[in-house]
């Protein structure tokens, strides 16, 4: 079955403690990215990745991190949390950058710095 | 830069009512692609319609119906008949075919649409 795995679906964790959420895909698309879900917002892009070892940054990258050493996984990194980044988080992927393709998305993962 | 604006941040209708949801865009690409987004409470999104900047045709499936009119901008759309289970959050969201900044998709605020039995 095509999808995309987040892990995990929920975390709490303190401010300044490092995490990182993992996404994989199986369905050997070359273009991943990283969203976050806010009210009122909607998703907006923190990085993406258009194939192995290439990532940039997307509208709102400050405070995250990403890598792309392998094809199916493109975790996120917050090396610092802040309260600033609760938020709910969706890795996606696809075959194609520019919406030639159907996007994929993860499931998503709510996080919770306090 | 692309945007996408759903103006209409809440709806309430009661089941079996009809319901339009907006859906305003701006891009200077001449190609591009509109997408709509169903989130259920369970939080996923789930994809509901692809279309390209090329194809006005309105398009049908079963309870849905979207409405692309270039000279407004607009990719509308119509849930006939609402049932409970329509109950979500639903996004627009734009994709632009040559964006330097690799955005995939720009989304728009959501809209969140309450269906009362």
């Known amino acids: 079955e095509a999808q995309v795995t987040q892990n995990p679906r929920y975390l709490i964790t303190v401010t300044g403690k490092k995490l990182t959420v993992t996404c994989s895909q199986n369905?050997?698309?070359?273009?991943m990215s990283w969203y976050r879900q806010d009210p009122g917002l909607g998703l907006r892009q923190i990085y993406y990745s258009m194939n192995v070892e290439v990532t940039d940054k997307g509208d709102v990258p400050e405070g995250y991190k990403v890598s792309r050493k392998e094809k199916r996984n493109f975790p996120l990194i917050l090396e610092s949390p802040s309260p600033n980044q609760t938020s709910l988080y969706f890795c996606?992927?696809?075959?194609?950058?520019?919406?030639?393709?159907?996007?994929?998305f993860g499931q998503g993962t709510r996080l919770t710095v306090v | 830069a692309q945007k996408v604006t759903q103006a209409q941040t809440e709806i309430s209708v009661v089941e079996k009512e009809d319901v339009t949801l907006d859906c305003v865009y701006e891009t200077r690409d001449t190609t591009y692609y509109l997408f709509w987004y169903k989130q259920p409470p369970s939080g996923e999104l789930v994809f509901l319609i692809r279309r390209n900047s090329f194809d006005e045709q309105n398009e049908i499936s079963g309870r849905y119906s979207w409405n692309f009119q270039k000279s407004t901008s607009s990719f509308n759309f119509t849930i006939t008949a609402s049932q409970v289970v329509d109950s979500a959050v639903y996004f627009c969201a734009l994709s632009e075919e040559y964006d330097n900044a690799g955005n995939m998709l720009t989304f728009g605020g959501g809209t969140r649409l309450m269906v009362k039995p």
């Open positions: 996606a992927s696809s075959s194609h950058s520019q919406g030639r393709a159907e996007a994929f």
């Open positions: 369905m050997n698309h070359e273009y």
